[in-house]
């Protein structure tokens, strides 16, 4: 539950609860994609593409290699990570201050933020970040009604550690921005002429590579500009051609954006409606679901059926942990 | 085995019907998949990212292997990619055989659950599609074909994918559970002793399942004293593993009275006749050569501590569609659970509704939270508050799930004997729940 003692939750690392992040900050003209693929059929639906977010299973001692080639941080903004559960707030807020867009409006929050942090070092930058209390409501607020904390989950004893990492590009270069690297990681020059994306997709995957064989899982965002913002511009244009020139597939065009402008619409619909059920106390849901199955007679049922599930999830987590031992 | 169950195959609701006319050239097919990550699917709800995922299922895998795969639809000679994000999967079900599972990836159920005899599928990739990485399932006995495309990152990894796919499906375990996977170690602990599944059925009164065995050596210790037999001297070979055990080494300690072991059994039921009607299994005892003594097991049995360990349940998944559907038939009951969904202009306040929450991953992590703290025996006090009568504050107390759902079902009982019917529900009573008292009166009858 959201706290008010300086506390940071974790949150979900799914697209729709940073898309509402970043506007309940006071962001605008963006939206946040998960990308499945790395794909250039799959980036051309989603360009502009302004940084990407790595998402993956954080492990204390990785093979150590040469130390990253770290960047020139004069003109990045890049802030060290000081609480762990703030990754993600810290990973697209580092994304975010970067980015130099016409679509982007950072809003007032994260400008005044921007504004007062910029001349410390990264370090002190974080510190500031963990204490600003409208960014840590906002992501706070995103934390899953979780009723029973204080009990002690067991079976979370051994919680995972997920870490995030920003890749966007900055004056010409491929930055890298991780919140536990000393600085920003230079990935060096993007050559003219070139999608970022495209030097940036070897590197993502290099990184996959070396975990292979540990079954660490990831997941991949995408700040992107606003669909709808983007739709409602190409229909403006497509409605001023049509005027001067009124062609069949001029009009076939702007049904088919009008098409995917309802899709956005709906999907943005459908994450509201996640996000709500995120925040939502399921608890009386619960008990009274049990007390109608029990008046309808049918409670036996579902606990024979909660029995047999739990009896096959048993035996999964036997094969889990004798695979590995 | 019979054939009739090479295939069966289900389809949910869905319009997705995948040809059966066998084809005879993968090369006259013609893929479609670049409109497949038009991300904008309506119907689609996001995916649980890792955090919602990872508390979820614990563990990466509950399957015996599964990766992200889309499926793919076939007319004519036009194979096209449904969008959604899924997931394939292995799994053994209950029939003990591998299914071949398909799901989209925020569902919980397969909507594609293939049982497939050892041997009878092939799986492969199909180069002749070009603009994604497909791959076909390939049924030898009816020359079926079913296509997916994959959605996971690292195309490098696919082919060890297709072969841990094609292991499972054919009888083969995955390399990396080989050692001592699953019912597997039971098994080959037991047969190290001795001992096989007729003798254990015997012993226990023949009405034990495998996983509830299974179950009673995982949770009650009674694993490590399996451990602590077979690692008696020369563990050389299984034969002579079992040989070498002696009932010298259960010592008197552990050799109690059989009296507990009806509790420790008590998911099976019916195991407390188990001791006295023990007949000697001499034809299995004879058959291995083995020297331990059914008594000696019985002893082991016996001296498991039941440590309230109170069979497994994953409530979870229990709220399914088919559970739900009589349930939201009945207004009366419908009014009663809308008031606790949440309340916005975004949540209609229907039954169809309260289907679609209860289906979410977000309703089903609350679920899983609530059931994980009620088994940590502290969730009376809670349970007080919500008035659903002190045997169920009793269950709650001791984490004890079935003993909570009696305590639900009786206090249903005795709420009505003193409210009356008609007096609860909201709709005057009428189409209310009370008026089916013929199947309740059977239900009590049976505790």
Redesign the interface.
Known sequence: MASTHGEWC????????FTELIRDFGVTGMQV??L????E??FE??RPIHGLIF?FKWEQEGPKKSPPKLADSKNIYFAKQVIHNACATQAIVNILLNVEHNDLKLGETLVSFKEFSNGFDPLLRGQCLSNCEVIRNVHNSFA?????ET??????KE??V?HFVGYLPINGRLIELDGLAEGPIDHGEIPAGRDWLHIATPII?NR??TY?GR?I????LALITD?KMVYSKQLAELQAQYQSMPTDDISQQIAQLNG?M???V??E??????N?????N??????????????????????D????????????????K??A? | MSREIVMSFSISSTSNIISLSPIESLWNLDFRISPLCRDSSPRKLSEMALFGRQAQQRGSSRYMVEFKAGRMTMEGSTVTADPRKGMVYVNKGDDDLPHFCWRERSATSPEEDLIIMPNDVELKKVPQCTTGRVFLLRVKATGRKLFYWMQEFDATKDEELFKKVQDCLSGKTPARSSSSGGDGGLQSDLQNLGIDDNMLQEILGGNVDRNQLAQLFSSSGAGSLLQGLRGTPQPATPRADATAVTSGTLTPAVARPTATMGTAAAGGGGAQGAPTKLPRPSNAAGKTGTKIQLSDLQNIFGSVQPAAQAPPVDWTSAFSQALLLPILSNPAFVQRLTPHLPQDALIPQTGDEVMNTVQSPQFQQAVQSFASAFETRQLGPLIQEFNLGTEAVQAANNGDFEAFVRALEKNKESQKATSGTGARAPGSGAGGPQDKPGNDDEEMSVD
């Open positions: 974790t949150i979900e690392s799914d697209p729709a609860v994609e998960e499945y693929m790395l794909d059929s799959l639906q989603l998402l899953r009604n979780e009723l029973f009990f002690g989950r067991k079976a979370e919680e995972d997920f995957e996959m590579n292979s079954e899982r990831f997941t991949l669909r995917l309802q899709d956005e709906e999907k619909r459908l994450s509201k409606v996640e709500i059920r995120r925040k939502h399921f608890l009386p849901l619960i008990i009274e679901l049990f007390k109608v199955f029990a008046e309808s007679g049918n409670l036996k049922l579902l606990y059926e909660a029995s047999k599930k739990g009896q096959e999830r048993e035996r999964r987590n036997k094969r889990l004798t695979e031992s």
